[in-house]
């Protein structure tokens, strides 16, 4: 009887060989590292530079972030995250999601406490453009506004120590 109750529900290639491999013991780091591979087109770009895919344990994605602030904002996605990570993958592999502090960019290589930030330091026109584009899928508008004004502040303080360190040079 139970055959017959999985014979009716189709399964995706990735989801059969994870599970073979996982019974039968076969290392999985390397399929570990082809599925956090797909993390940058889960995301997007600009939230694939703000955080890294660490490791997949028993359901569980890792993921640092530059701040606890990404890992706070995404906080509030992550249900969408999975679930789209999920389907580039081709299984419903991941179960959950943790954030933490630890992704380190080239761009924070000097101590960005160090700096002091112009609140009204204006960002061009690109920057408004991709941040809209980003937000544009939340179905939330709070959290698409509270999303984007997170977005804002980063960008801002990120040109910042650009300019800063064209300018030191």
Known sequence: MHRRNLQGKLHS??????????????????????????????VGPQIAIQTKAEALKNGVLFIK??????????????????????DISGAKIVREIRFSLGHETDDFQNNPDDVIF???????????KMITECTKSFSDRELASIFKRVMRGEISRRRQIQSRQVHER
Do not use: C, M
């Not at 990735?14 to 797909?38: D, M, Q, T, V, Y």
């Open 13 to 42: 290639l990735a989801e059969i060989l994870f599970s073979i491999s996982k019974k039968r013991g076969l290392p999985l780091h390397l399929e570990e590292k082809a599925l956090l591979k797909n993390w940058p087109k889960a």
């Open 65 to 86: 972030t530059v701040s606890p602030v990404w890992a706070h904002q995404l906080h509030f996605i992550k249900e969408d995250i999975r679930n789209k990570f999920n």
């Open 118 to 128: 112009e609140k009204n330091f204006s960002l061009s026109e690109r920057d408004n």
